[in-house]
């Protein structure tokens, strides 16, 4: 896809200035920006893979669930977070002003958040709740977490589907919460990581639509 | 309208690469000098002679500046190259419609 470069400029007719036109702004959206479908997509699947081992291995009991069934769990969450975070600072690389200060303010929100998330726990956790109601209460606070910031990220990004997305996974915070465990790790794998691929779908029709309204500027 | 109706600053093969690499952009944002020349696939020299061009005509901000101890330079597009190259895009299309 390079241009043969340092070449002396040669005649440029309109339709091939057009084509310069449409290729670098493709090679800036999908080079110098995060894409919302690697985000989506890695979460989709630690959630659903994640949340899925978590549901299937609590038949005996919450109690009774194997070690190893948690370490999967946690080295998918791990995995989700290194990928969404080296894929952002990757893509801005380079780059600094607006976006950049966004991303950075908006990635180190959802740092505070969790850290604060699991400090309330922590909390709880001496003032006396034990075993089941932790799990309810860690996985309820971090849900909400994500449906909080999801919402923000619609409002900050004028992106409809992320802000619906948000409402959906705070939604889901509240239901995993009431219908109580093992059921909330079912409603987390389902409802959760399809919320999250249906995100990586919508991220993916819209940006055909946008090349497509591109094309059709000019066509 | 014919070719020699769109802007000369924006209309040979390189610069109008540079010009649709920072439009691209979000308004606001500005990019590093290897970062741009690696969008571009062009060599420094190449891409600095374009740059003092297109700077000339006060279509794009050059600013250099110090990042820790580190020398850091950021190009950008100003308002008017942002205009022009709006300008630029209306013509092209009026161009390409007529041309059906």
């Known amino acids: 896809m390079s241009q043969p470069a340092d070449l002396p400029d040669a005649p440029l007719d309109a339709a091939a200035a057009r084509a310069i036109i449409d290729a670098q702004r493709t090679r800036v959206r999908t080079t110098a920006y995060t894409d919302d479908r690697v985000i989506f997509g890695i979460w989709a699947v630690a959630w659903t893979a994640g949340y899925g081992l978590l549901w299937a291995t609590s038949g005996d009991g919450t109690e009774r669930m194997p070690w190893w069934a948690w370490a999967v769990f946690g080295a998918l969450i791990l995995t989700g977070v290194v990928t969404t975070v080296v894929h952002s600072v990757r893509r801005m690389s380079g780059m600094t002003g607006v976006s950049r200060r966004t991303g950075q303010l908006y990635g180190w929100s959802w740092f505070v958040a969790f850290v604060a998330g699991q400090a309330v726990v922590a909390g709880l956790a001496d003032a006396g709740l034990t075993g089941n109601a932790i799990t309810l209460a860690t996985n309820g606070i971090s849900a909400l977490i994500v449906g909080i910031l999801y919402m923000a990220g619609g409002a900050l990004w004028q992106d409809r589907a992320q802000f619906a997305l948000g409402v959906w996974m705070a939604l889901i915070a509240a239901v995993a919460t009431v219908v109580g465990l093992p059921a909330t790790f079912a409603v987390m794998c389902v409802a959760g990581g399809g919320g999250m691929a249906l995100g990586a779908v919508l991220a993916h029709v819209a940006q055909s639509r946008g090349r497509a309204a591109r094309r059709g500027a000019v066509a | ?100």
Do not use: C
């Open chain 2, 1 to 100: 309208m014919t070719d020699a109706d769109l802007d000369p600053v924006i209309h040979a093969q390189s610069r109008l690469r540079v010009v649709a690499t920072l439009a691209a952009l979000a308004p606001g944002d500005r990019l590093t000098f290897p970062r741009l020349q690696q969008l571009l696939d062009m060599t420094a020299g190449n891409l600095s002679t374009h740059l003092r061009k297109l700077e000339e005509a006060e279509y794009v901000t050059v600013e250099k500046t110090f990042e820790g101890r580190t020398p850091a330079t950021y190009v950008g597009l100003s308002p008017e190259g942002r205009a022009a190259f709006a300008r630029y895009t209306r013509a092209l299309t009026d161009l390409l419609g007529g041309a059906r």
